[in-house]
């Protein structure tokens, strides 16, 4: 059994996951839901990255998880100004 580390928050009204390790997102209408799409998300990386040689993998930087954790600040400051 493989351990990752996972990001939830709630963005827009609906819950987003992201998987550290592996830059894969996850999405639904509840926690449970989102982290159960992760789960499934990476379960089928992993199969396609086993079996093909081509396939990039990184981890996600600090700056590209700055990025996810304030999408929706700039979504509110956008509707805050009226331009969303």
Known sequence: MNFYTVVLRKNSGYWVTLCLEN???GQ???QEDA???LQEAIESFEIVY???S???KSTVS???LHEFLSVEEKEEDLEQFGRC
């Open 23 to 25: 830059g894969i997102v």
């Open 28 to 30: 639904g209408n509840s």
């Open 35 to 37: 982290i159960k799409k």
């Open 50 to 52: 086993e079996s093909e």
């Open 54 to 56: 081509n396939i990039y």
């Open 62 to 64: 600090i700056d590209e």
